[in-house]
């Protein structure tokens, strides 16, 4: 089967969901070449989209720009949290579910900062494959990867290694931090 993910923005207790969105609400739009327009929402696996330019991402992102959140990518296979009998995905319920806009393709943020751990990803250097290119956010933040179909299946220490963190994106490189190296690709 595969495993569902809902991007969250949490609380201080690192449990408590305060925000978090639903692939299937953000729809794009593109113009095909005759000119007629093409609606798409997201999947809700993991590398269905985690892909640099991916409009859920993206949109995702608008909640965090030059605004520092506690993230996670919950998946809905993760473990429990810990005094809890349920995970993060699970408590993601209809009252903190937000809907943000996908912004235009200028308004892209370059840098993936993590506030926690004083470091941050330029999406500019993250590698190519095919013209493929993995965004780091999704990745970084997500717990309970491995357990399901549509997983990242690469080996890696970097998978959830920012899960629950302190996390935004900017346009501006931020002063102090370390330069945190992003090379997955599928």
Not at 114 to 143: A, F, M, S
């Amino acid at each position: 089967m595969g495993q569902y993910y809902h991007p969250a923005i949490l609380g201080e207790n690192k449990k408590t969901v305060k925000a978090w969105v639903y692939s299937h609400d953000i729809k794009e739009e593109w113009t095909r070449e005759d000119g007629s327009v093409f609606k798409s929402g997201s999947g809700l696996k993991l590398m269905e989209h985690s892909w640099l330019k991916n409009g859920f991402v993206r949109a995702f992102e608008t909640l965090i720009a030059d605004n520092p959140k506690r993230v996670v990518w919950a998946g809905d296979y993760a473990d429990d949290c810990k005094g809890r009998k349920s995970n993060v995905y699970s408590r993601c319920k209809d009252t903190e579910k937000v809907t943000p806009n996908v912004p235009k393709e200028d308004e892209d943020y370059r840098f993936v900062i993590n506030h926690t751990k004083k470091c941050y990803v330029d999406k500019n250097e993250v590698p190519d494959n095919d013209g493929w290119r993995i965004h780091p956010l999704p990745l970084l933040t997500c717990e309970g990867n491995g357990r399901g179909g549509g997983d990242y299946r690469g080996e890696s220490s970097l998978i959830g290694l920012w899960a629950r963190d302190v996390v935004s994106v900017s346009n501006t490189e931020p002063k102090g931090f370390e330069k945190f190296e992003f090379d997955l690709v599928e």
